[in-house]
């Protein structure tokens, strides 16, 4: 019930030889009104405090923090606060407000090189061991899927191979040829300078056959079906979709993920060769119209210097950014925020990630394909 008018919240101040005396009294509510410690103290000298409960009927935190603004003003008047007279319970209540007050939070410092360096490791150890751990599972539910074939859902992964295979044949043609286009007449301007036209051939052929047509192909792959592959099942982590399959006893991992990756390691290799053709096509055309050479005469020249050993390099290479593109696609999916713009982070993340990764794998390649005499 309200504090009536005689029962209200009252506070004075009597000044008795170089101390003030705060003498407080009534019926202490939150919700009540109670006098202000701001206006009491605008025409009060500064000298040491000490309180006096009379007829308190009852209290709450209003006279806490009453009593914390008195003392938080004298001590900034550097001033002494006695607060013996106070009940032991009232006493320690206001001691938490000195001590946030007596104690104020240091200004925010910027890290410095080393907290930088091990924070920057911490970041990439704990990425590295998330990686690690799903290719681990996903490894598990291949080898169970190997020796269960009728687990596999084998109609998700037809579809998922139409998808990332036979409508990917268009745009991925298209930046095959281009790539043939340029690489046939980059070379173009500067043999022609040494009467080595014909040599164009073999550029063309075994840079599409050994990175271009692999490594583009990826990239393609990876901002077109990666991305899919994290929103999807982004979207249906914030469904909780992905939850209502580990409620059912279906793990994610065989139902969402093994069918993708299936699909992106059988269909990347056919990619890529046919990837290989197009360039070749492609450095055919500039040679043809720009330097004068017959297809015939490219064909011819360009099976001397490519064998099956760079058709095979290709291809490994190939199989191995399918698996990485499916990988980092349905690893940040499942990781995803469960809110659209979590979606829309893990599509991002999933092309910085198989991207960094394709360069990555290739750059070890090319040191392993060399060491190993290829």
């Known amino acids: 019930m309200p504090a009536s008018d ?12 170089s101390r003030l005396t705060v003498v407080v009294s009534g019926e202490w509510r939150i919700t009540g009104r109670r006098p202000d410690w701001a206006e009491l103290s605008k025409s009060t000298p500064p000298a040491d405090l000490q309180f006096e409960l009379k007829e308190i009927s009852h209290w709450d935190t209003s006279l806490v923090l009453f009593i914390a603004a008195a003392t938080n003003w004298g001590r900034s008047h550097d001033v002494a606060s006695d607060l013996k007279s106070l009940p032991e319970a009232l006493q320690r209540m206001v001691g938490h407000f000195d001590n946030k007050t007596r104690y104020p939070v240091p200004a925010e410092r910027p890290p410095n090189f080393l907290a930088i360096v091990g924070n920057a490791f911490l970041d990439f150890y704990q990425k590295s061991l998330e990686y690690t751990r799903f290719v681990g599972e996903c490894t598990l539910s291949f080898a169970y899927l190997a020796r269960n074939p009728s687990k596999l859902r084998w109609r998700d992964t037809l579809a998922e191979m139409q998808r990332c295979g036979a409508m ?3 745009i991925t043609g298209l930046i095959a040829f281009l790539v043939g286009v340029i690489l046939a007449y980059s070379g173009a301007v500067i043999l022609r300078q040494f009467g080595g036209d014909i040599w164009v051939a073999d550029l063309v052929g075994v840079t599409m056959t050994r990175e271009m047509a692999g490594m583009m192909t990826a990239i393609v792959v990876a901002g077109r079906t990666g991305a899919a592959f994290a929103a999807e099942i982004g979207n249906m982590r914030a469904n909780e979709e992905v939850d209502a399959l580990t409620t059912l006893g279906i793990r994610p991992i065989d139902f969402l993920v093994v069918p993708r990756l299936l699909a992106l390691g059988v269909m990347m290799p056919l990619l890529a060769l046919y990837a290989n053709a197009l360039g070749v096509v492609g450095g055919m055309a500039i040679a043809w119209g720009l330097l004068d050479i017959p297809p015939a005469a490219f064909w011819v020249e360009m099976l001397t210097s490519v064998d099956l050993s760079d058709l095979m390099t290709g291809m490994i290479k190939a199989t191995v950014f399918g698996a990485i593109i499916g990988f980092a696609g349905c690893l940040r999916g499942l990781q995803a925020s469960r809110s659209a713009s979590g979606v829309g982070e893990a599509a991002t993340s999933a092309v910085v990630t198989s991207i960094l990764l394709i ?12 060491i190993l005499g290829w």
Do not use: M
């Open 6 to 17: 005689s029962d209200a919240a009252t506070a004075e101040i009597r000044s008795e030889d």
């Open 168 to 170: 990917a044949l268009p």
């Open 359 to 370: 360069i990555v794998s290739d750059a070890i390649f090319a040191v392993l394909f060399n």
